[in-house]
């Protein structure tokens, strides 16, 4: 079901307003039904039109009688524009993860040892492992009041906001045989016929694709814009019913029970009591994934009884009552159209393999990643190939092997291109390095722009409003030709431009509008606030990522302290590396990269690290820290800011240089051997409170 458009015009409705009360609760009450029907159930009983008429007219009521909205009203779905702040909620119920299994043996494993404890005959629910992202919602009184991720399993991020766009979540449960307080828990997820549509209009309007579903839905569950998520169909299954006084003593009947509530459940589960059955169910999805309109990982086994649940307990950080069998990655065959060179910022020459397409995994395959010459050589790859395809967490899945007994006899082998495909320079490859280069990077176009597309993503300058398609064009026209070209950019160059694309057969027009160009002009000027860490990581210097370009800002400060660092001063930064300290000092050489700078400082991009006003103390000043585990009273990343505040240092990783480890719960074991090795003190959240109070 598709509501196209949702408005209230400024038609009335004249009744009175009792009965106006009384026909907005009719209403809210039947499109919840057939939102129900549709969302949960998968029938259609009304015609879109009908159903889009019924909400107009609610929407029209509600809009004079604002006091009678329901908060179970459909209208409620369509989110709110007001950025949202994500609140830390701590569970009420830990939510624990499983222990993953990928053979069948460990499965056998897992029931022996559960035989060896109960002595009872055990019933597992077998249940598909989806791949979302898990949420805990929480109803009183029959109303959805919170919706949590699930963070770090103790805490997680409070996003009830979003979770009330999902149609198939019911605001309200039908009947009254429910708790007063429980929780139900499961995953958001989008289906794949969502995510490619929203995939291939984020492609034509420049943005960066979505690598799987998964992320997809991750990504737009943490949305700032609830009216945003709602556009996104995403959906939610939920396998778990938690709180105290549950109907039921055991998992089946409580996720049935839950279901007479109008909670949408797992539609494919099974009752086992064999491992044979288990297997069955395992064998019978790993083979048929590939016939849900959703991604799923692997299977779930769920010891059904609550009391023998209780009887197995818990690991630390797991239930002993389940487990989830991973599937190995699903692999088809096509056969190999071509081999084309994409050539990247940096210059890297990324060989694709072009296929037939072929279906993997829900999505249309068309392309493969080869990566460099050797894994060429490695395939032995030749013209025509049948290969095997897998999908990895990447969009572009990747070419696993060829089936060598259809090898047509007179085909060639792939011989990897010796000049750039898009300026014609000769390629070089570095010693130690597996990549191909075209080092000619002032003037090899897809360098240039991809250096552009870089500048402007969102972890660096984020000028959301100029997509990879609309840098294309301003390129192609000479309007840019570096960063700082942007900042010169009026709108009398911009305004008016136009694209006409063909694509599939079917044409499509880039212009640029009165809006879109205010747009552009106010994000470019937006993007001279950000801080200088991200302003580095935009310059798209070799090997400097987020993470390198965050410490390089906060130990220098400031471009120039950086620009005169020596390559030995540049070492002594924690986790910088030789490859990183050459890559930097190569950068600075060139006279282009200073003038780009100084340009790009006139038009007032920040090259300098402002001051933290936070500061409280000089506490901590000169002392560095690791930060590991899970902690109970604040979290890790509200420790990391009272060291900063306090002027310590966080470090990543444990060295002889690292004073102090503040250690909360499960830090890991290599950690702590480490730490003990080295000396160094750990304390716990307490202890360092009280360094703090010192
Ligand atoms: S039950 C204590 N059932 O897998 C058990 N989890 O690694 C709670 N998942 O965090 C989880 N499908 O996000 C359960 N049918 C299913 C599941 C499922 C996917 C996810 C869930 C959990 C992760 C465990």
Same mark, same amino acid.
């Given at each position: 079901m598709v509501v196209v458009k949702l408005f209230a015009s400024d038609k009335k409705i004249n009744m009175n307003s009792n009965i106006a009360r009384k026909r907005i609760e009719q209403l809210t009450n039947l499109l919840n039904k057939h939102n129900y029907k549709y969302y949960v159930l998968n029938q259609t009983v009304i015609s879109d039109y009908e159903f889009d008429m019924l909400l107009n007219e609610l929407l029209l009521l509600e809009k004079q009688y604002p006091d009678y909205v329901l908060p179970h009203s459909p209208t409620q779905r369509v989110g709110s524009d007001i950025d949202q702040k994500f609140v830390h909620v701590r569970h009420r119920f830990p939510m624990l993860s499983l222990s993953n299994t990928y053979n069948r043996g460990e499965v056998e494993d897992f029931n022996n040892r559960i035989k060896k404890i109960i002595e009872d005959d055990v019933e597992y629910i077998c249940e598909l492992k989806y791949d979302g992202v898990a949420v805990s919602i929480r109803y009183e009184k029959g109303v959805l009041v919170q919706a949590v991720t699930r963070g770090d399993g103790l805490e997680g991020d409070d996003v009830t906001e979003n979770v009330k766009t999902i149609k198939s979540v019911p605001l309200r449960l039908n009947g009254d045989d429910f708790p007063d307080d429980f929780e139900v828990r499961g995953e958001i997820f989008m289906p794949h016929n969502a995510f490619e549509k929203l995939n291939i209009a984020r492609q034509k309007d420049g943005k960066e694709v979505f690598a799987n579903p998964r992320n997809c839905a991750s990504g737009t569950l943490k949305m700032q814009k609830s009216s945003v998520v709602a556009q996104r169909s995403l959906d939610c299954i939920l396998y778990y019913v938690v709180g105290e006084n549950l109907p039921h003593q055991n998992h089946f009947d409580n996720l049935q029970k839950a279901k007479s509530w109008g909670i949408k459940i797992p539609d494919n589960m099974a009752r086992a009591?064999?491992?044979?059955?288990?297997?069955?169910?395992?064998?019978?999805?790993?083979?048929?994934?590939?016939?849900?309109?959703?991604?799923?990982?692997?299977?779930?086994?769920?010891?059904?009884?609550?009391?023998?649940?209780?009887?197995?307990?818990?690991?630390?950080?797991?239930?002993?009552?389940?487990?989830a069998y991973k599937f190995k990655a699903e692999r088809v065959s096509t056969k190999l159209l071509s081999v084309t060179y994409q050539v990247g910022r940096t210059g890297s020459i990324t060989p694709v393999a072009n296929l037939v397409p072929v279906r993997l995994a829900g999505t249309t395959v068309k392309r493969a990643s080869l990566h460099n010459a050797d894994i060429i050589e490695k395939l032995d790859l030749h013209d025509g190939d049948e290969v095997f395809v897998e999908k990895g967490g990447d969009i572009i899945p990747k070419i696993v092997g060829v089936d060598l007994g259809r090898r047509l006899v007179d085909s060639n082998p792939i011989e990897f291109v010796d000049k750039c495909p898009e300026c014609g320079s000769e390629l070089v490859r570095l010693e130690d390095e597996s990549n191909h280069y075209c080092l000619n990077s002032d003037e090899c176009p897809p360098q240039i722009k991809g250096r552009l597309y870089h500048f402007i993503s969102r972890k660096a300058m984020n000028i959301d409003s100029l997509g990879e398609g609309k840098i294309e064009i301003l390129f192609d026209r000479k309007l840019i030709s570096d960063f700082a070209d942007l900042y010169s950019l009026s709108r009398e160059d911009i305004l008016g431009i136009e694209k006409l694309y063909n694509e599939d057969g079917k044409e499509r027009v880039v212009r640029f509008r009165e809006k879109t160009t205010v747009n552009i002009l106010k994000g470019i000027e937006a993007s001279k606030n950000i801080p200088f860490e991200r302003v580095l990581y935009g310059l798209g210097i070799r090997y400097v990522g987020v993470t390198v370009a965050k410490k390089l800002a906060q130990q220098f400060k400031s471009i120039d302290n950086l620009m005169n660092a020596d390559e030995q001063v540049l070492l002594d930064v924690d986790e910088i590396g030789v490859k990183i300290a050459r890559s930097i000092k190569a950068y600075f050489? #060139?006279?282009?990269?200073?003038?780009?700078? %100084?340009?790009?400082? /006139?038009?007032?991009? #920040?090259?300098?690290?402002?001051?933290?006003? %936070?500061?409280?103390? /000089?506490k901590l000043s000169g002392k560095r820290f690791v930060v590991s585990g899970v902690f109970t009273k604040i979290s890790r990343n509200e420790i990391k800011e009272l060291i900063e505040n306090n002027g310590g240092k966080n470090v990543g990783s444990i060295s002889s240089k690292t004073d102090y480890i503040i250690a909360g719960d499960n830090m890991g074991p290599s950690k702590l051997e480490k730490a003990n090795k080295l000396n160094i003190p750990i304390v716990d959240e307490n202890e360092f409170f009280e360094m703090l109070n010192d």
């Open positions: 009591k064999s491992i044979e059955e288990i297997i069955g169910f395992i064998d019978n999805w790993e083979k048929n994934r590939g016939s849900l309109s959703f991604d799923i990982d692997g299977v779930v086994l769920k010891v059904n009884d609550y009391a023998q649940r209780e009887e197995l307990g818990l690991t630390a950080k797991s239930p002993r009552w389940a487990i050489a #060139k006279q282009n990269h200073v003038t780009l700078i %100084n340009r790009l400082r /006139d038009a007032g991009v #920040k090259f300098e690290m402002e001051e933290n006003n %936070n500061i409280v103390s /000089d």
